[in-house]
């Protein structure tokens, strides 16, 4: 199923070497934010203010990141002129880092979040569901960086499958948190803020999720985005 | 417990590259079979010239390997390949140029409008006339500009007097894109004019013949890039009214102004299809390597 | 040492062996030069002589007694007068010493042979001279005309001490003096040095080489269109190719002993004639004029050939509307080329027989002939010190058409040579 990409087959060696950075910038990045990620869940679980105020001050690595590999993606392309597969490399590239830097404005916002809880008291058994759905958000960030790095295309389709689950969650714990809105109107600050932590994760999922569709489209040429289980079914047969 | 991962992950990265890597050796022996059925979509919607399993000997030696292709009304088919592939060899077989190679033999059905060509009743100086072709080499004859221009009409008969040649020589160059360059100069001799001009003059000269088809053979691999890019601008304005080959070793170029591509390897056609398919995802290894710069 | 200092060092050596090489071809074109000075010195002061001629001023009486005539004579009757005694007692009449038979023939020994008979056609001329006295001018004998220009006049002189002394006072009265030599170019061949002129080779020549031309060039561009552009590549065509580079180094003796058996003993052609010279010379510049012209074809580019095939012309058309005209300066130097070595050429003539002795300007084709370097040869041969000025001169007119030649050569490649 899926292709051979030969990053290191090109007959110059420097373009090699240019396309095997860039990968493994993109990797390093991925890295730098699924730490984000698991900093802020322990910060929210932990209630540990410093990891929190750690992870909402270090996003500025990843963004920085971002934006040299961005530099990179574009100077390959002025002086490159990539086709085909490289092509499709560097234009997943220049989209993963977009959805990776989102991933760590989420945790970041993670970070903030597990800050204003911690000031509140929150009762700890709310953060049970939240806890076990960001267990999932990060396992999935992780399958999709293992995809990234693997150019798999059948881990990259099971990662995709598994942000279903995830939104399932995060319906059920957003009714969760309605019914407890419902039952005690002091707990409504609270409750919005323990949403908010859902929702950022629940986004996370979502990214990860686009991360995948876009490794489909480097190694099948097949853009999977926008359509239907149906049609997508029939695509990847 | 993040930065083992990393590095576990940059491992693993490594290995799928030296699996890859085996596994493309083994994958050598189906590709080379593989070779021997084209890949993609040959035929053309409204097809001017059609080619059928079309063999080319030169002597004892196969240049070209059962290609099926077709030209369609109105569009720009690039021929693409590494050097001794075929692609200007089987370029030169659709206005029987090969004709005049005394070794050249062509086997296989190459027809215009579904006339064949290599049939008896079709004279090639006819062929040629309706087939035009563009050098490599800009080869203006060494005569004045309006010489040049004039002289494939007059060859024909195309035009009955003065006032009729010269209207066939100014819209030529006017389609060329190079009358208003050489308007005040038209008696002065066309190898004056730079290579790029030199170039616009064979292609004015060539339709002044009004031929239905034109082949390109490398038009502007002798050029600068200004150059190349009017001569690509005029390509794609010439496609509304002629169906077009162009054979190049430019990427870029047949990615510019083609609408469908094939790739030639060792005179076999390996795949062809739309443009934006081929440049973005092309499905045969080969073309993959070939235009992105790596070794098969 | 690093590279830049090994460099350094070989440096000198290289630029001197540079210089040491320029010098050499500096000296051997030098050697050449003086070679060629040498030679043009060589024939233009020996050839000198032959443009002027003595003539001696007489004062002759028609009389008809002694012409041997009628007193009213006309037309048949005074072509077989006696000239001579009119010229002996004329000359007599300047030298009445003179009285002695054996110096009575000595003295008119003085007068050239021809004199006698420019007096014969200027009496048929204006037959009313008859009875009457004219002072006219007659050429002196080569002897005489030689004395006058030789230096070395211990030597080389054959007159006798008194031939000498007549000589000297005919000069004293003034009635000796030096012409420019127009016979030279207006006269035939000749036994005696002073009527000897090279007119009748000059025309043999032109109409050879006119033979020629209209045979090979035609013959020869044809071959070499049809061997270059249509003949097919197989082993019966490189034969021919082999057959005609050799043709190109057969001594041209060869050629001549064929002109022999095939043009004059088969065909029965005349002898001497400017057509079987020119036949002949066919023969010999054909392989030449194939070869120059064969590599003027290959010379043009492909690519003049697939534009014109491209747009839809013929291959003949190809061949004579685009190849034929860019090779044309080629094939014209390479045609001249081969015109001048036929110019040039003794050696076949002499076995068709145009080595004979032809007072006559040729004026036709079939009309005995001889030609520039067989009149050379001839004069060369002979044993009259006059003739070694006339081959000289000879020589030099026959260089000067070669340079003429090889200029229209030069003239017509810068003319027609055309840049793609």
């Known amino acids: 199923m899926d292709k051979d990409l030969h990053l290191a087959h090109h007959i110059s060696r420097r373009f090699n070497a240019e396309l095997e950075e860039l990968r493994s910038d993109v990797l390093a990045m991925g890295g730098?934010?699924?730490?984000?990620?698991?900093?802020?869940?322990?910060?929210?679980?932990?209630?540990?203010?410093?990891?929190?105020?750690?992870?909402?001050?270090?996003?500025?690595?990843?963004?920085?990141?971002?934006?040299?590999?961005?530099?990179?993606?574009?100077q390959i392309?002025?002086?490159?002129?990539?086709?085909?597969?490289?092509?499709?490399?560097?234009?997943?590239?220049?989209?993963?880092?977009?959805?990776?830097?989102?991933?760590?404005?989420?945790?970041?916002?993670?970070?903030?979040?597990a800050v204003q809880i911690t000031d509140a008291n929150v009762s700890y058994s709310q953060f049970v569901e939240i806890r076990h759905l960001g267990d999932h958000v990060k396992s999935m960030l992780h399958d999709c960086l293992d995809a990234f790095a693997r150019m798999d295309v059948a881990d990259a389709m099971r990662t995709i499958e598994a942000d279903k689950k995830i939104n399932e969650e995060f319906e059920?714990?957003?009714?969760?948190?309605?019914?407890?809105?419902?039952?005690?109107?002091?707990?409504?600050?609270?409750?919005?803020?323990?949403?908010?932590?859902?929702?950022?994760?629940?986004?996370?999922?979502?990214?990860?999720?686009?991360?995948?569709?876009?490794?489909?489209?480097?190694?099948?040429?097949k853009n999977i985005r926008h359509i239907s289980d149906v049609k997508l079914s029939q695509e990847m047969a | 417990m993040v930065e083992t991962d990393i590095n576990m992950r940059t491992e693993l990265m490594e290995s799928t590259?030296?699996?890859?890597?085996?596994?493309?050796?083994?994958?050598?022996?189906?590709?080379?079979?593989?070779?021997?059925?084209?890949?993609?979509?040959?035929?053309?919607?409204?097809?001017?010239?059609?080619?059928?399993?079309?063999?080319?000997?030169?002597?004892?030696?196969?240049?070209?390997?059962?290609?099926?292709?077709?030209?369609g009304k109105n569009e720009v088919v690039a021929l693409i390949g590494p050097s001794g592939c075929g692609k200007s060899t089987f370029l030169r077989c659709m206005n029987r140029m090969n004709d005049t190679i005394p070794i050249c033999r062509v086997e296989g059905n190459i027809t215009l409008d579904s006339e064949d060509i290599y049939a008896d009743a079709m004279d090639p100086v006819l062929l040629r006339a309706r087939v035009g072709m563009v050098f490599q080499k800009p080869n203006p004859f060494p005569k004045s500009i309006y010489d040049n221009v004039a002289y494939g009409a007059r060859l024909h008969g195309l035009a009955f007097n003065k006032a009729e040649l010269d209207e066939i020589v100014i819209t030529s160059l006017q389609k060329a894109g190079l009358f208003d360059e050489v308007k005040d100069r038209l008696h002065e001799p066309g190898t004056g004019l730079s290579g790029g001009q030199q170039q616009r003059l064979c292609i004015a000269r060539t339709i002044a013949v009004s031929p239905e088809v034109i082949l390109m053979d490398e038009p502007a691999s002798a050029l600068d890039?200004?150059?190349?890019?009017?001569?690509?601008?005029?390509?794609?304005?010439?496609?509304?009214?002629?169906?077009?080959?162009?054979?190049?070793?430019?990427?870029?170029?047949?990615?510019?102004?083609?609408?469908?591509?094939?790739?030639?390897?060792?005179?076999?056609?390996?795949?062809?299809?739309?443009?934006?398919?081929?440049?973005t995802n092309p499905k045969h290894e080969l073309t993959e390597n070939y235009i992105t710069g790596r070794f098969g | 040492m690093n590279n830049t200092e090994l460099i350094k060092k070989g440096l000198p050596k290289r630029y001197r062996r540079e210089k040491r090489f320029r010098l050499y071809g500096m000296m051997a074109v030098m050697v050449g030069?003086?070679?060629?000075?040498?030679?043009?010195?060589?024939?233009?002061?020996?050839?000198?002589?032959?443009?002027?001629?003595?003539?001696?001023?007489?004062?002759?009486?028609?009389?008809?007694?002694?012409?041997?005539?009628?007193?009213?004579?006309?037309?048949?009757?005074?072509?077989?007068?006696?000239?001579?005694?009119?010229?002996?007692?004329?000359?007599?009449?300047?030298?009445?010493?003179?009285?002695?038979?054996?110096?009575?023939?000595?003295?008119?020994?003085?007068?050239?042979?021809?004199?006698?008979?420019?007096?014969?056609?200027?009496?048929?001329?204006?037959?009313?001279?008859?009875?009457?006295?004219?002072?006219?001018?007659?050429?002196?004998?080569?002897?005489?005309?030689?004395?006058?220009?030789?230096?070395?006049?211990?030597?080389?002189?054959?007159?006798?001490?008194?031939?000498?002394?007549?000589?000297d006072r005919l000069q004293e009265n003034n009635l000796i003096e030096s012409r420019f030599n127009s016979t030279l170019f207006s006269d035939g061949d000749s036994r005696e040095p002073e009527q000897a002129g090279i007119r009748g080779a000059l025309v043999g020549s032109l109409y050879t080489l006119l033979v020629t031309l209209l045979l090979s060039f035609p013959l020869g561009v044809s071959t070499a269109v049809y061997l270059e552009e249509f003949a097919p590549k197989n082993r019966w065509v490189d034969l021919i190719e082999v057959n005609i580079n050799?043709?190109?180094?057969?001594?041209?003796?060869v050629f001549g002993l064929l002109g022999l058996a095939v043009f004059i003993n088969y065909f029965g052609l005349p002898r001497s004639a400017p057509l079987v010279g020119g036949l002949v010379l066919t023969l010999m510049t054909l392989p030449t004029i194939i070869i120059a012209s064969r590599s003027a074809i290959k010379a043009v580019p492909p690519s003049i050939r697939q534009a014109a095939l491209g747009i839809g012309a013929s291959k003949t058309q190809t061949v004579f509307q685009h190849v034929l005209p860019l090779a044309m300066p080629g094939i014209l130097t390479g045609t001249i080329i081969g015109l001048a070595q036929a110019l040039g050429e003794t050696a076949p003539l002499l076995m068709i027989g145009m080595v004979a002795f032809i007072v006559d300007i040729p004026q036709g084709f079939?009309?005995?002939?001889?030609?520039?370097?067989?009149?050379?040869?001839?004069?060369?041969?002979?044993?009259?010190?006059?003739?070694?000025?006339?081959?000289?001169?000879?020589?030099?007119?026959?260089?000067i058409f070669l340079v003429v030649m090889n200029g229209l050569a030069v003239f017509l490649r810068k003319k027609f040579e055309r840049s793609w």
Not at chain 1, 34 to 52: F, H, M, N
Not at chain 2, 43 to 48: G, N, T, V
Not at chain 2, 252 to 266: D, E, G, I, K, N
Not at chain 3, 246 to 253: F, Q
């Open chain 1, 32 to 74: 730098l934010v699924e730490k984000q990620l698991a900093d802020g869940l322990v910060a929210l679980t932990t209630s540990d203010t410093e990891i929190a105020e750690q992870v909402a001050t270090s996003d500025y690595k990843v963004n920085s990141m971002e934006v040299a590999i961005d530099e990179k993606c574009n």
């Open chain 1, 77 to 113: 392309l002025a002086r490159r002129q990539p086709a085909a597969s490289d092509l499709r490399l560097v234009v997943t590239i220049i989209k993963t880092i977009t959805d990776l830097e989102r991933i760590g404005d989420e945790a970041e916002k993670l970070g903030q979040l």
């Open chain 1, 172 to 221: 059920s714990i957003m009714r969760q948190l309605i019914t407890r809105m419902m039952e005690d109107p002091r707990e409504i600050k609270n409750a919005l803020r323990v949403s908010w932590c859902a929702r950022a994760l629940e986004r996370i999922g979502d990214h990860s999720s686009n991360i995948c569709e876009y490794i489909v489209y480097l190694v099948e040429g």
């Open chain 2, 17 to 71: 590259q030296v699996q890859s890597v085996d596994r493309s050796d083994t994958k050598v022996a189906d590709m080379k079979q593989q070779v021997n059925a084209t890949i993609g979509e040959p035929f053309a919607k409204d097809p001017k010239m059609q080619a059928r399993q079309v063999n080319v000997y030169y002597g004892n030696k196969q240049a070209i390997f059962n290609v099926s292709l077709d030209l």
């Open chain 2, 225 to 279: 890039p200004i150059a190349t890019a009017i001569i690509e601008e005029l390509i794609d304005e010439l496609r509304q009214n002629y169906t077009i080959a162009i054979v190049t070793h430019s990427m870029q170029q047949a990615a510019r102004v083609s609408q469908r591509t094939a790739y030639f390897h060792l005179g076999k056609l390996v795949e062809i299809g739309e443009t934006n398919q081929i440049f």
């Open chain 3, 33 to 167: 030069f003086i070679f060629l000075l040498i030679l043009l010195t060589d024939i233009i002061s020996k050839s000198l002589p032959a443009f002027s001629q003595h003539w001696i001023q007489l004062e002759v009486q028609f009389d008809p007694d002694v012409l041997g005539v009628a007193a009213d004579a006309e037309g048949k009757a005074l072509r077989h007068a006696n000239y001579r005694a009119i010229l002996k007692r004329a000359i007599r009449a300047e030298f009445p010493d003179v009285s002695k038979r054996r110096d009575k023939s000595k003295l008119a020994a003085l007068i050239s042979s021809s004199a006698e008979y420019e007096l014969r056609d200027m009496l048929i001329e204006q037959p009313y001279l008859l009875g009457k006295a004219k002072t006219v001018w007659v050429r002196a004998d080569d002897d005489l005309d030689t004395y006058y220009k030789t230096a070395d006049k211990a030597n080389a002189v054959r007159l006798t001490e008194k031939q000498i002394a007549w000589a």
């Open chain 3, 246 to 253: 050799n043709l190109a180094a057969v001594p041209s003796i």
């Open chain 3, 366 to 399: 079939v009309d005995s002939a001889t030609v520039l370097p067989v009149q050379i040869y001839l004069w060369a041969d002979s044993p009259e010190r006059a003739f070694v000025a006339k081959t000289s001169a000879a020589i030099l007119v026959l260089l």
